[in-house]
């Protein structure tokens, strides 16, 4: 379904200096917008991050009201997301509900094993279908790209499976598309790190908790207040893993913070604190799961 623009469009960057759409980008956007029309009525899957900010600004721009957004509220979902959602929805004009969700009831997914994501959007698009079909909307959408089809994704079979679809992919958009077009679009989340549930923080075999959930959360939060802005928090039962990007690892290597972060993990109840010298990267948990494949 993905079209080609003719024209090279610009944005101003905030140094002032011009950075383009491309043609490409440009053209996926109306190849999405005409999507929408077709469907013309859709519940999307809305938690506030990057992807699906962007699906719902499109959606509802296309659609208005018949565009309903709702965001799964459960102990996975940090606050700070839950107040993310709730602000753009209302900064935007999105139609906006929130319904709870509980995975936490279920053990396959507290066990956290390998498939524990597919429980989790089990729980949610079983939820979600219901009141798509009962309020007469054609379908369930979420925000995948088309770089979500090369990592490991266990909850892209549930969404298969509840018949949700998927327009960015159908398009052909990539997450760096989605981006620049929602700097254009004014979308606060276009430059947002990536935001999966607190659940994604904790080491695949060790018990999802909401005790471990709240560690998670609350070192987060720690990490906020000292001036990080893209990291993780990997709860490994009595060891914590503090991922950096890069370009904060020389921040986070200076003796004071160091010192800081050690006494506030500790104060969590991590016997062990480390910095992972490889740095930030999305799917990091996903490591283990390939090396034990091969």
């Given at each position: 379904m993905a079209v080609s623009g003719s024209v090279v469009e610009e944005i101003l960057r905030d140094d002032g200096e011009a950075e383009t759409i491309s043609p490409?980008?440009?053209?996926?956007?109306?190849?999405?917008?005409?999507?929408?029309?077709?469907?013309?009525?859709?519940?999307?899957?809305?938690?506030?991050?990057?992807?699906?900010?962007?699906?719902?600004?499109?959606?509802?721009?296309?659609?208005?009201?018949?565009?309903?957004?709702?965001?799964?509220?459960?102990?996975?979902?940090?606050?700070?997301?839950?107040?993310?959602?709730?602000?753009?929805?209302?900064?935007?004009?999105f139609r906006h509900e929130t319904l709870d969700t509980e995975e936490m009831s279920d053990p396959r997914y507290t066990a956290n094993a390998g498939d524990r994501c597919y429980f989790c959007k089990t729980e949610l698009y079983s939820k979600l279908a219901p009141v798509a079909a009962a309020r007469g909307f054609s379908c369930v959408v979420d925000g995948s790209t088309t770089d979500d089809l090369g990592d490991y994704r266990p909850g892209r079979a549930?969404?298969?499976?509840?018949?949700?679809?998927?327009p960015l992919v159908e398009v052909g958009m990539s997450k760096r598309e989605v981006r620049a077009l929602s700097r254009r679009a004014g979308l606060p989340t276009w430059d947002a790190p990536a935001s999966p549930c607190l659940s994604s923080r904790i080491a695949y075999g060790t018990a999802?908790?909401?005790?471990?959930?709240?560690?998670?959360?609350?070192?987060?939060?720690?990490?906020?207040?000292?001036?990080f802005r893209e990291f993780r928090v990997r709860h490994h039962d009595e060891l914590v893993r503090l991922e950096i990007a890069p370009a904060e690892l020389e921040n986070a290597?200076?003796?004071?913070?160091?010192?800081?972060?050690?006494?506030?993990?500790?104060?969590?109840g991590f016997r062990y604190v480390t910095l992972d010298l490889h740095g930030?990267?999305?799917?990091?948990?996903n490591e283990v799961l390939k090396s034990s494949d091969k």
């Open positions: 490409e980008a440009a053209g996926k956007e109306l190849a999405l917008r005409a999507l929408f029309r077709e469907m013309r009525s859709v519940l999307v899957a809305f938690s506030g991050g990057v992807d699906s900010s962007y699906v719902a600004y499109v959606a509802a721009g296309e659609l208005g009201d018949a565009a309903l957004c709702v965001t799964g509220e459960s102990a996975s979902l940090a606050a700070h997301q839950r107040s993310q959602a709730t602000d753009i929805a209302a900064r935007f004009g549930a969404a298969v499976e509840h018949g949700v679809r998927s999802v908790t909401i005790k471990r959930l709240r560690e998670v959360e609350t070192g987060e939060e720690i990490m906020r207040s000292l001036g290597l200076r003796r004071e913070v160091t010192d800081e972060l050690a006494r506030r993990f500790r104060a969590l930030y990267r999305t799917g990091a948990m």
